[in-house]
């Protein structure tokens, strides 16, 4: 039987690649950072602090940058004997309104034990208890709330605490807000009101180029892979993909840890193109498992529609021909199907996920279709398909399709 044995060969240290992990330095945000430091300037000049919003694709280092900036404020900040400063962060991913966001931050506030339950007081006493913490704080205190976005519509905190001093709830706390959203939509919903103050200073992050993934991957990989263990080009390919795809930084570190395990788990010395590719394969195949957990059953038939199609050859497929293979895989599997609309709304959200592409076909004077194709490889959508749907003899089906259409072509 094999072993549990340590392998160190490939990486000096694998969590430099990971989530969790502080980079020392932040690369290629020097006019970001410039700005934000500009925002954050009055807190070290002990005045009121400005409101600011983030907002960028993920993984293009609003967090990273965030992060880095606060830890350096504290420090500058501590030889001003008159400025007192508190930074407070949340991540409000699970946390969808107003009230839910301020229970959190009245018990980050508060010892273990003191907490307040999470349900059945009114929002306003929560708001109440939440400015008597930050009041018995006092001084500057920053609340960052990671992912916004996910407050919704019910955002009358993001109204009412910037507003809170001149208000008079709040004495001796001065507080500012720092927003962090990837969701683009999200700014443009916010109430004028909320708009007006939240976003006092709007920074934002555009996707990372292949050049910058790539100086990013550089000097994250002097501390994580041990010398000699990459192939020529490798760093170059993660960053090459990550910016043809999201330009995210996270994709492109993703990358290459996962290449680098591939060798490791293979006993190679060195990470190799092959290993990015598997990589490459891996990810995207979990992109497609991840996106497909949020749909629903009429969601997976649509997909499926477009996988038929695809095995035939036939995508990029507009709408009413994707519509009437729907309808007949629906009715071999003896599901109820929906209408055309409802199916074209489930085509928009696998659109929105990155597992298919559109393109708007102008007919003139009859207006505009859209046709529809995989933007993920075919086997990587089946995989996730025959993961989730227990229809093992038309998933054959559309393989040997497939096959017999790739066998034709060759
Ligand atoms: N400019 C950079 N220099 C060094 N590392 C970076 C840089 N930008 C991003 N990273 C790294 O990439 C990963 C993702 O970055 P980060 O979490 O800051 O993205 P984000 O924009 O906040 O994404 P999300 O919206 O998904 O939270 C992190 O591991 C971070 O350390």
């Given at each position: 039987m094999r072993r549990f044995e340590r392998k160190q060969n490939i990486f000096t240290n694998k969590d430099a690649l990971g989530e969790s992990y502080k980079p020392e330095r932040i690369e290629e945000r020097d006019d970001e950072i410039s700005e934000y430091m500009d925002a954050l300037q009055p807190v070290v000049d002990g005045w009121e602090p400005n409101n600011v919003f983030l907002y960028g694709n993920t993984g293009v280092g609003k967090t990273a940058v965030t992060e880095f900036l606060l830890e350096m404020l504290l420090e500058d900040v501590s030889k001003y004997d008159d400025v007192s400063l508190s930074v407070i962060s949340l991540n409000c991913k699970t946390l969808n309104s107003?009230?839910?966001v301020a229970v959190?931050?009245?018990?980050?506030?508060?010892p273990t034990g003191a907490e307040i339950s999470s349900t059945g007081y009114p929002q306003q006493t929560v708001f109440k208890k939440l400015f008597e913490e930050l009041d018995d704080v006092g001084g500057t205190i920053l609340i960052v709330l990671d992912e916004v976005d996910s407050i919704g519509d019910r955002d009358e905190l993001l109204y009412e605490l910037p507003r809170a001093r001149s208000n008079g709830k709040l004495e001796e706390a001065k507080v500012g807000l720092?927003?962090?959203s990837n969701d683009f939509k999200f700014h443009d919903q916010l109430d004028p009101r909320v708009q007006d103050t939240l976003c006092e200073r709007e920074l934002h992050f555009p996707p990372y180029q292949a050049p910058e993934l790539q100086n990013i991957l550089e000097s994250r990989a002097d501390v994580a892979i041990a010398e000699d263990s990459c192939e020529e080009g490798v760093l170059n390919l993660c960053a090459a993909l990550a910016a043809r795809d999201s330009g995210s930084a996270r994709q492109a570190l993703d990358l290459l840890r996962l290449a680098g395990e591939h060798a490791e788990n293979k006993d190679d010395e060195k990470i190799t193109l092959d290993h990015v590719d598997i990589a490459r394969q891996k990810l995207e195949q979990e992109r497609?498992?991840?996106?497909?957990r949020e749909l629903t059953e009429n969601g997976h038939f649509a997909l499926l529609a477009v996988v038929s199609k695809a095995a035939n050859d036939e995508t990029p497929c507009r709408m009413r021909d994707l519509y009437q293979e729907y309808l007949r895989l629906c009715n071999s599997a003896?599901?109820?199907?929906?209408?055309q609309r409802s199916v074209h709304n489930h085509l928009s959200d696998l659109r929105m996920l990155g597992i298919l592409s559109a393109e708007e076909n102008?007919?003139?004077?009859?207006?505009?279709?859209?046709?529809y194709a995989l933007d993920v490889p075919f086997n990587s959508a089946m995989t996730a398909l025959s993961d989730v749907l227990a229809l093992d003899s038309v998933l054959d089906e559309i393989r040997k399709t497939a096959h017999e259409a790739t066998s034709l072509s060759a």
């Open positions: 107003s009230y839910q959190e931050l009245v018990n980050e506030l508060r720092i927003g962090i497609v498992v991840e996106g497909m003896g599901i109820d199907p929906l209408a102008r007919t003139g004077s009859r207006g505009n279709y859209y046709s």
